[in-house]
């Protein structure tokens, strides 16, 4: 297929002026008409928002600010890019792909200094061609229709384009594993395997191991993918993930070490490894990770306060006061109006009076606390609250401190580990029969809860069980076991009633939230493959 | 002032970042060149064609470098995936597209279009452009690269129609390499650098290798790389 670029919008980012005029000058060659060239990544993001670009070819090394890999990732994130654009990074060295790679965010092709306007149009070609061929997947699966994406790509299959086929099979794959057809897309990657050692394939393999919820043999695939190819990145992110679930926090560590020396510029790694490193108690790598991902935040959209507050806690842990009053001040004026921002520098703030002594201050910076917490606690993340708590128990404000830690049993009512972590701290204040009260109270109110809206609904009575479940959500909004049965009931509703956008989507929601509680794969996939089929009923007979 | 000595030991992000400034130099110096052309619209002088030409050799020795001392160091690793091997081809001819401008060489590439072939596609063509470049010097005028497939392997041959190997390296082991062949020219250096590389594509038993002989079918020399 012939590539005509002189319709296409073409953005050129390169600080070195003399490349650049040359890149534009081999595009003029290649008949393209319509380009934009910026010097910085700061003015390509400003072009982006003004003009929605077909092409982006865009340097790795930027000078100051942005780098291409962070131009990429706020493209994404801001959704700057049409889904059609094609965003090509230019690099100096081949190997640097796997040393740039970031967690999720990959441009469609790289390019090696130096280049020639064939190779540059050879690789804009090959990125334009594939892009078309998928197209019309992509565009079902942007829009929710995953059945339709598999017809496709079935479809697609029968046809025997021998070129297409491994891309095609690694799609169908992964939207088997989306429908939770997971035997499916096992089937599959074993299949690839047996032609030919991929690492996506193998990768693959982990990952439903993973899904099932089978850990061990999880670690074991991503393990074996790494002898067999040290730099799959990816690989290392599933084994740090398989390792924490299995709660082996030193071995999650050792492996997010691994991947961060590979690729010390990816931003959301350095961010794993200094949460784990200051959960293992490793202050000079938790240390040296928050410096690290405070500095690649500065021009990144994973910028994040935790960062601060992170390195400010170790600062002070190790009496480096002057430091951790610097990283307070920077917290303060760098996260404005961002609830757990301002409840963390609250927090840090007394313990900081406190270890210099300024005890009115401390008290002080106390009651902004608790004013806080009270107006924008529940926005903020558990370890915040249950860091809350902790400061009101060592005031002597029992009353708060009970408030709070009753509302974080309820809702992590069926997280164990978080549940050990309450009781641990309580019992530090020699308080420990609260927690364990409400614990009780509340796994037996649950009991019950749960127990009327299943007889409920075994009576027939659907619209009284759902609604008895959906009181009890309201109170314990991240249950687990509520929101499986208020799941699973809706679903059987649907099935037997008239479908509308609106009940599908209150049910996809509740789908989601039980993936986002980290409910095992396999107790929602069936779920998740009976509101995909009903959706497409639905937009079928639209 | 003491001066901290450790630097020695941090070789690889030193030799790393010293290519990152050669080869900015090297796409600049393209650059200028491309600018300097605009000056000729007529007849390109053909000095010009002696200076791509040097460019080209000097880019491909420096990833050979790289890639060299990164094997040796245990830092390297293969990025294997599936590519369409004529679009293998397709890539040596387009880094190739602006010396061959400037020459009067026929470079011509032949292969199914449906062949498929596993392998490092960056490293491939850049050991296949290296040895395409070499042949540029010793073919008259004709080069033909091609593909197909020979039991579990795919290949990749270049053939000339120059004066043809010289006899030491006819059936080239990189085995039998000795510096002195190594410091004899570019051709030694290639050779070698084209088969560790080939060594590092295995499937099961079976790994990759070249061979090179003066059987080219336009009456040169033939080099032949055999990747599983």
Known sequence: ?542 | MTIDHSATSNFPAILASSVHDIKNSLSTLGALIAQLKEHYPEATPPEFRQVEFEANRMNNSLMQLLVLYKIDASLFSLNIDEYVATDILEEVLAQQSTLLALSPIQLNIAGDADLLCYCDQTLIVNAISTLVNNAQRYCKNKILISTYQEQNYTVFSIEDDGKGYPDNFIAFSPSQTTLLDLTSGNTGLGLFFVSVIAELHKVGNNCGYIQTDNQSQLGGARFRLFLP
């Open chain 1, 1 to 542: 297929m012939k590539l005509n670029l002189k319709s296409k919008k073409i953005l050129v980012v390169e600080d070195h002026a003399i490349i650049r005029e040359a890149i534009k000058h081999m595009l003029y060659g290649l008949d393209a008409r319509n380009i934009t060239d910026t010097s910085s990544g700061a003015q390509a993001i400003i072009a982006m928002k003004n003009r929605a670009f077909d092409i982006v070819i865009c340097d790795y090394h930027l000078g100051v600010g942005k780098n291409g890999q962070q131009v990429l990732e706020e493209a994404r994130h801001s959704k700057l890019l049409p889904a059609h654009a094609t965003f090509i990074m230019v690099t100096v060295e081949q190997q640097q792909s796997v040393v740039l790679s970031a967690l999720d965010n990959k441009p469609d092709e790289y390019l090696t200094k130096p280049f020639n306007a064939q190779q540059l149009l050879s690789r804009l070609q090959r990125c334009s061609k594939r892009k078309h061929y998928f197209a019309d997947i992509e565009q079902e699966i942007q829009d929710e229709n995953i059945y339709q994406a598999i017809k496709l790509c079935d479809e697609k299959l029968e046809l025997g384009d021998k070129q297409m086929r491994l891309q095609l099979l690694r799609i169908r794959a992964e939207l088997a594993i989306e429908t939770g057809d997971l035997d499916y897309a096992q089937r599959t990657y074993q299949q690839v395997l047996k032609e030919r050692e991929l690492t996506w394939a193998r990768l693959g393999l982990g990952i439903i191991a993973f899904k099932r919820g089978h850990l061990e043999q999880a670690v074991g695939y991503f393990q074996q993918l790494l002898q067999i190819n040290p730099s799959a990145l990816d690989a290392y992110d599933w084994l740090t993930k398989a390792h924490e679930s299995l709660r082996e926090t030193q071995l999650a560590l050792e492996t997010v070490e691994l991947a961060v020396n590979l690729s010390p510029q990816a931003i959301l790694r350095q961010q794993k490894l200094a949460t784990l490193a200051s959960q293992a108690a490793c202050w000079e790598t938790a240390q040296k990770a928050y410096k690290a991902a405070i500095k690649l935040g500065k021009n990144s959209v994973h910028k994040s306060s935790r960062d601060f507050s992170g390195l400010a806690k170790i600062y002070l842990k190790t009496n480096a006061t002057a430091q951790a009053q610097q990283l307070l001040d920077e917290l303060k004026f760098q996260f404005v109006n961002e609830p757990d921002a301002e409840l963390q520098a609250a927090l840090l703030s007394i313990d900081l009076f406190k270890k210099t002594g300024q005890i009115t201050l401390a008290q002080r910076a106390y009651e902004d606390a608790l004013v806080l917490s009270d107006q924008f606690g529940r926005l903020t993340p558990k370890e915040t609250r249950l860091q809350m708590a902790k400061t009101c128990f060592i005031n002597n404000n029992y009353p708060d401190a009970e408030n709070i830690i009753d509302e974080l049993i309820k809702c992590n009512i069926d997280n164990n580990t978080f549940l050990e972590e309450i009781k641990a701290m309580c019992s530090t204040f020699n308080h420990e029969t609260f927690p364990a009260n409400v614990i009780y109270n509340t796994k037996q109110a649950l009991i019950n809860i749960n127990n009327n809206g299943v007889k409920l609904f075994k009576e027939g009575k659907i619209k009284e069980a759902i609604s008895t479940l959906e009181n009890a959500s309201k109170i314990m909004p991240d249950n687990q076991t509520i929101i499986l049965n208020l799941a699973k009931i809706c679903v059987h509703q649907l099935k037997s009633t008239k479908l509308t956008k609106q009940k599908l989507t209150k049910v996809k929601d509740y789908i989601d939230k039980a993936i986002q509680l980290e409910i095992p794969l396999d107790k929602i996939s069936h779920l998740q493959a009976e509101i995909t089929k009903l959706n497409h009923e639905f937009m079928s007979h639209r």
